[in-house]
T-cell receptor, first 111, second 115 residues
Framework: GENVEQHPSTLSVQEGDSAVIKCTYSDSASNYFPWYKQELGKGPQLIIDIRSNVGEKKDQRIAVTLNKTAKHFSLHITETQPEDSAVYFCAAIGGGYKLSFGAGTTVTVRA | EPEVTQTPSHQVTQMGQEVILRCVPI?????FYWYRQILGQKVEFLVS????????KSEIFDDQFSVERPDGSNFTLKIRSTKLEDSAMYFCASSWAGGPPDTQYFGPGTRLTVL
């Protein structure tokens, strides 16, 4: 089955700096890659996703890139703000609609 | 904005007891899912449900687990005889209101503690 690895496990950035989280996947058939943000006491919230026919997608301060050849995808957050502090999960779907998750990255934005 | 809701937020039970976790998916969604996250581990897929039947399940989802959509709004996960290792956060998700069915929206979770 699909195996998703995520790095780093923790990330501390100064407010206003950029944050980058990287994920790799094992199943070359995977074609959908969402990113979720989880705040304390809440469920994972979908923040952006990308499909295999696209190399990059942006939504305001958030962007995701996908390299199908290397089987990796990344989340980029620019101009980080304190409200960006949370746990971020990458995930991938190969066959069916079963999401395989990375282990999560705890992002802390220092004021 | 529509959202997935789950009850209860925290459930404590004795080993061997049955528990039912409840979810109300987004109203016009057609696919429903359960995932779980054991403390310190990855979020793991348990089961997906479409058209009143299981469409996919993981190895975790053995005979002790069952799912049901008892009416037009609720989606439940039943664990017949809980084990200590069933202690985890259980997330319900739903997808597809005309959009891609793989875009899944999650509820806040139920923390299950088995003593």
């Amino acid at each position: 089955g699909e195996n998703v690895e995520q790095h780093p496990s923790t990330l501390s950035v100064q407010e206003g700096d950029s944050a980058v989280i990287k994920c790799t996947y094992s199943d070359s058939a995977s074609n959908y890659f969402p990113w979720y943000k989880q705040e304390l006491g809440k469920g994972p919230q979908l923040i952006i996703d990308i499909r295999s026919n696209v190399g990059e997608k942006k939504d305001q301060r958030i962007a995701v890139t996908l390299n199908k050849t290397a089987k990796h995808f990344s989340l980029h957050i620019t101009e980080t703000q304190p409200e960006d502090s949370a746990v971020y999960f990458c995930a991938a779907i190969g066959g069916g609609y079963k999401l395989s998750f990375g282990a999560g990255t705890t992002v802390t934005v220092r004021a | 904005e529509p959202e997935v809701t789950q009850t209860p937020s925290h459930q404590v039970t004795q080993m061997g007891q049955e528990v039912i976790l409840r979810c109300v998916p987004i109203s016009n969604h057609l696919y429903f899912y359960w995932y779980r996250q054991i403390l310190g581990q990855k979020v793991e897929f348990l089961v997906s449900f479409y058209n009143n039947e299981i469409s996919e399940k993981s190895e975790i989802f053995d005979d002790q687990f069952s799912v049901e959509r008892p009416d037009g709004s609720n989606f439940t996960l039943k664990i017949r005889s809980t084990k200590l290792e069933d202690s985890a956060m259980y997330f319900c998700a739903s997808s597809w209101a005309g959009g891609p069915p793989d875009t899944q929206y999650f509820g806040p979770g139920t923390r299950l503690t088995v003593l």
